[in-house]
């Protein structure tokens, strides 16, 4: 639903994005995740047709992103820039009567879709606020419901959690899966990790204008794991055990996390791990507990980095 192919825009000779190839399925959650000044925001101005690109191509479902499409484009979208102005003497509901009446949405059908938006974005209560009395996570809320406002199918927010508590942040996660059980397809940049792994179906990792990765939470998880790490909870001798593991090809830094646990890393592949497990049993040692610790995004988005 949304795709660039090779698209660049550089700024000074390593500013910029490069050669970017994103591609966000229809109906998905795609977290778009960088540190600051890796091209989220270049990129995404390039998709809402804000920015030239200097070569390249992005599409917006079967459009390509041209000036001659931008305004069947702008129909499909709604863009939530990761700063955005308001009119500071509105009340909300002028606000996005004033955005819906931009996009011609006939004035009788207003009042039902900005009463929608706001459900949506759970700021019903904020209707007659003034714009300005607003703090920030209530803005982000109004600039989401304005984003709404014409119904678009796909939704491109920069950065919609920045700057929010942590509370207000479970409630924009909360309101992002909302919409995308709508059947919305979302593209979400973002420099926090956790936020993302949670909520999002597909990853694209950006470091220095490159997409280094691209995939789903797991297989990027998986596949960009340094190394395995297995814990187990033994019923045995500990020092029988700790021997026979020790002598298991591809384990290494076998350390005991309690009494009756042992941590260790493993080199082999995925496949092999079970042959650990195997060979313990086969060694009479006891075992009560078994597992595979899973990496989390940020581990891995760390190596990534750090190897880049
Ligand atoms: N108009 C511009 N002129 C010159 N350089 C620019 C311009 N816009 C962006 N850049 C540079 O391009 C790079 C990518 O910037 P961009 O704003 O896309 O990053 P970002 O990933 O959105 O960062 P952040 O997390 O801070 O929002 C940065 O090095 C930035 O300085
Ligand atoms: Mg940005």
Request: aromatic letters at 6%.
């Amino acid at each position: 639903m949304i795709r660039t192919e090779n698209l660049t825009k550089g700024f000074a000779k390593d500013r910029g994005i490069f050669s970017l190839n994103l591609d966000v399925p229809a109906g998905k959650i795609y977290g778009f995740v960088g540190p600051n000044g890796a091209g989220k925001t270049t990129t995404i101005k390039i998709l809402c047709g804000l920015l030239k690109p200097d070569s390249g191509k992005a599409f917006i479902g079967d459009l390509e992103v041209l000036p001659r499409n931008i305004s069947e484009i702008k129909k499909k979208i709604g863009y939530m820039p990761d700063i955005f102005g308001v009119y500071e003497q509105m009340s909300v509901w002028e606000y996005l009567d004033f955005y819906g009446a931009a996009y011609k949405i006939p004035a009788k059908k207003r009042k039902q879709r900005i009463e929608e938006v706001l459900k949506l974005t759970e700021a019903m209560h904020m209707i007659d606020y003034q714009v300005t009395s607003l703090s920030r996570g209530m803005r982000q809320r109004i600039g989401l419901a304005k984003t709404l406002i014409h119904d678009p199918q796909i939704l491109i927010l920069d950065e919609p959690a920045g700057g929010l508590d942590p509370t207000a942040r479970i409630e924009m996660r909360h309101t992002i899966s909302r919409l995308s059980a709508l059947g919305k397809t979302i593209l979400l940049s973002s420099h926090i990790l956790p936020e993302l792994s949670s909520v999002c179906d597909i990853i694209g990792i950006i470091f220095k204008g490159e997409l280094l990765v691209q995939g789903t939470v797991k297989d990027i998880t998986r596949e960009l794991q340094e190394k395995i790490v297995i814990n187990m909870t033994l019923d045995s001798d500990m020092n029988h055990a700790r021997g026979i593991l020790e002598r298991i090809e591809h384990v290494a830094d076998v350390k005991a996390v309690d009494e009756d646990q042992f941590q260790c890393a493993f080199n082999g592949t995925r496949d092999q791990v079970k042959n650990v497990l195997k060979l313990l049993i086969d060694n009479d040692v006891l075992v009560r507990w078994f597992s595979e610790n899973e990496a989390d995004l940020e581990d891995v988005f760390m190596n990534v980095i750090s190897h880049k």
